[in-house]
């Protein structure tokens, strides 16, 4: 996907200029770094970031005050949100719709209209999801997460509320799948069922969530983790119970949890 935000960070403070340096790594946007005495061409960004009070820029619409403090894990979808609206949003509304499982459906339904269905690793559904933003700039945006299984529906829904939940333009619902039919919705789209199921999720109204719900990670779900560590390992790795439980939380993907573990074995054999 083309990289179309273009952020310009002007600060002279060292913390700020790390923690931002991290939390854009990976990112979709293209960053660029400014000192307080250099001049910044105004036309070659969409947003400059600072930590001035008073600051002379031409566009004052176009610069977002910053503090330390202020630097939380939603900030990139906050600044994705504040460009897109600014650029006069093509949609009114934006649904995500989510299918959870092994392999997650994701639908992005704009004003109706199908745009977007594909599936997403649990590591990767975040940046997916700020893809859309970029793509379909969109007044509102709805994300819909289906309940069933209800674990995985749960840690889905917590790892999105930590980065979309404070957004005021982002609401997020979760949806009671035994009401939605995919075959009602998408009977004759090219779409994989977890796509399909999504694209139905999207289109049914679900309950609002403001704050985040309890999730315990099953042991069986553990053990069907461990049991994959096995298998793509050629029965060389087995992840341990605090490993295999990252990997459930979506917090790494099972490839890095299974480099990790041999780095471990690998360290212990050089002791």
């Not at 400059?48 to 820029?57: K, Y």
Request: hydrophobic letters at 40%; a positive charge; proline letters at 5%.
């Amino acid at each position: 996907m083309p990289l179309n935000y273009r952020i310009a960070i002007q600060t002279d403070d060292t913390r700020l200029y790390h923690m931002l340096l991290k939390l854009f790594e990976g990112s979709p946007l293209r960053v660029k770094f400014f000192t307080l005495n250099q001049a910044i061409p105004l036309q070659k960004f969409d947003l400059i970031i600072t930590t001035q009070e008073l600051i002379d820029h031409s566009s004052a619409s176009q610069t977002l005050q910053l503090q330390p403090k202020q630097i939380q894990p939603d900030l990139i979808s906050k600044i994705i949100g504040i460009i897109a609206r600014r650029r006069e949003p093509k949609f009114r509304q934006l649904i995500i719709g989510i299918d959870p499982g092994k392999h997650i459906g994701v639908a992005a339904i704009c004003d109706g209209m199908t745009l977007a269905a594909e599936t997403s690793k649990l590591p990767q559904l975040t940046k997916k999801i700020e893809e859309y933003l970029i793509l379909f700039p969109s007044e509102m945006v709805v994300i819909r997460v289906g309940d069933q299984p209800t674990w995985v529906s749960k840690v889905i829904f917590n790892k999105l509320f930590t980065v979309f939940g404070n957004n005021d333009n982002v609401k997020l619902e979760i949806v009671e799948e035994a009401f939605s039919s995919s075959k009602k919705i998408a009977p004759d789209l090219p779409f994989s069922p977890d796509e399909t199921a999504a694209i139905a999720i999207a289109h049914r109204h679900g309950k609002v969530k403001n704050h985040l719900v309890r999730s315990i990670v099953p042991e069986g779900r553990i053990k069907e983790i461990q049991k994959w560590s096995r298998e793509m390992s050629g029965n060389r790795i087995t992840l341990d119970v605090e490993l295999a439980r990252l990997v459930a939380l979506g917090e790494v993907s099972l490839e890095q949890a299974i480099m990790q573990k041999e780095k471990q074995l690998e360290a212990k054999k050089n002791e």
